[in-house]
């Protein structure tokens, strides 16, 4: 389902106000003769609005009603003066409004922060790329209540089922769920990978480029993914996180003999460093003759998957291609998520339109797609699309034939 509507949290998601919170807070507490914070203490401090971060700042036993309303008084004027000193949108930020504008996608903002604050970081920072801010206020109860999400949802005339909400911590993912809607953790933020997972984030980004699949497809239906590709016989896996794959992947690999597909997925991993050292490890890009084709597990990755359970790759040599197709008694392919595509069409579209002149130009090719990028069906001398393989089900010689899918970018 296509995402028409995203809500997005401020700090630590949208800006990185990180320097300027922890300016003004100081400038708050140590008024008042109490030991200065670093900006680390502020990134474990903040998310629950200023006036939590300023009580979190007050050493436990000067934490009196009246000195918190002082401290937090002096902490608004601080932070009115100096919030666009150090404050600056997140590399990304600026092109992903922009896209979804673009798209058409409304969106909205709900921070924990002070209303005022917000509205104007907001408007000096991305203008009418942001439709409607909410911050927090007198009738507006702080996340994780669903109130704020759920008021900007009918504001923005979005609907649950396609709706996102974004945001770095704990707090927004316990938002999101509250209100009924998809929880996407960002990693750039103030929090970890590992407490947004913990939180129940739906899905993860590294970047904020990493969003923009999600607006195309909405997030990942694991279910159905896993039942398209066991209804064409083949194993699948799911992980996460790459850290995740790859302890599977050396697991599985302990004391087998594996060759290895020419892969930047792999090698992405941290492949062949990775394996168990009982491993038996084949791969031509350290031994450039090594092309054992006949060993317990082959490992690759693909160009391209369609979520009708097909499996595309495009190749030059053919020696990547052959492993999956003939001779290991197992093949395994390891592919992120950008690899994944509506349907068959559209995954050999993006084996030949992306993959292809990514590899190309990785590859120093003398060829168009090389130099622009782009595919131009070529006859090149150097053209590296000489045969293309689908994968409708595993070769009735194999004993399996496994997807791992990693819920992040990996390869091309």
Not at 90 to 97: A, C, E, H, K, S
């Amino acid at each position: 389902m296509k995402i028409t509507t995203a809500i997005f949290d401020l700090d630590g998601t949208l800006l990185n106000t990180l320097g300027d919170l922890c300016d003004s807070v100081n400038c708050a507490v140590m008024r008042h003769g109490f030991p200065a914070v670093t900006e680390e203490q502020t990134r474990q401090y903040v998310g629950n609005g200023v006036r939590k971060l300023v009580e979190r700042c007050i050493p436990e036993g000067k934490r009196s009603e009246t000195m918190l309303d002082t401290c937090l008084d002096d902490f608004r004027t601080a932070y009115n003066e100096r919030m666009m000193n150090r404050t600056q949108p997140y590399d990304g930020i600026l092109p992903l409004l922009k896209t979804l504008k673009k798209a058409g996608v409304s969106v909205g903002v709900l921070s924990n922060k002070y209303d005022l604050a917000a509205k104007s970081l907001i408007r000096h920072f991305f203008g009418d790329l942001c439709q409607i801010t909410i911050g927090e206020r007198p009738d507006m109860p702080r996340k994780p209540d669903p109130t704020g999400a759920l008021q900007l949802l009918r504001e923005l005339g979005g609907e649950p089922a396609s709706t996102l909400y974004i945001g770095d911590s704990a707090t927004d993912m316990q938002t999101a769920k509250n209100a009924g809607l998809t929880a996407v953790g960002v990693t750039w933020g103030f929090r970890s990978a590992d407490e947004l997972k913990e939180a129940g984030a739906d899905a993860l980004a590294n970047a904020p480029a990493e969003l923009l699949p999600l607006f195309e497809r909405g997030p990942l239906n694991i279910d159905a993914l896993c039942s398209a590709f066991t209804g064409r016989g083949f194993a699948f896996s799911y992980f996460p996180t790459a850290k995740e794959a790859a302890a599977y992947l050396s697991q599985v690999c302990a004391g087998q003999s594996v060759s290895l597909g020419g892969s930047i997925t792999l090698k992405e991993l941290g492949f062949p460093e990775a394996f168990d050292s009982s491993t038996e490890v084949h791969w031509h890009w350290i031994d450039p003759d090594d092309c054992f084709q006949t060993p317990d597990i082959y490992l690759t990755s693909a160009n391209g998957l369609s979520e009708t359970g097909e499996i595309v790759n495009i190749d030059g040599n053919g020696n990547r291609v052959a492993g999956t197709l003939y001779g290991p008694k197992r093949c395994i392919f390891v592919c992120g998520i950008n690899k994944l595509c509506p349907d068959l069409a559209s995954a050999i579209e993006r084996a030949r339109t992306i993959a292809a002149p990514l590899n190309a130009k990785r590859l120093h090719r003398q060829t168009p797609c090389a130099a622009d990028g782009k595919c131009h069906d070529c006859r090149a001398p150097e053209r590296i699309c000489r045969a293309l393989v689908v994968h409708m089900g595993p070769m009735k010689k194999m004993d399996s034939c496994e997807l791992v899918l990693i819920g992040e970018h990996l390869g091309y």
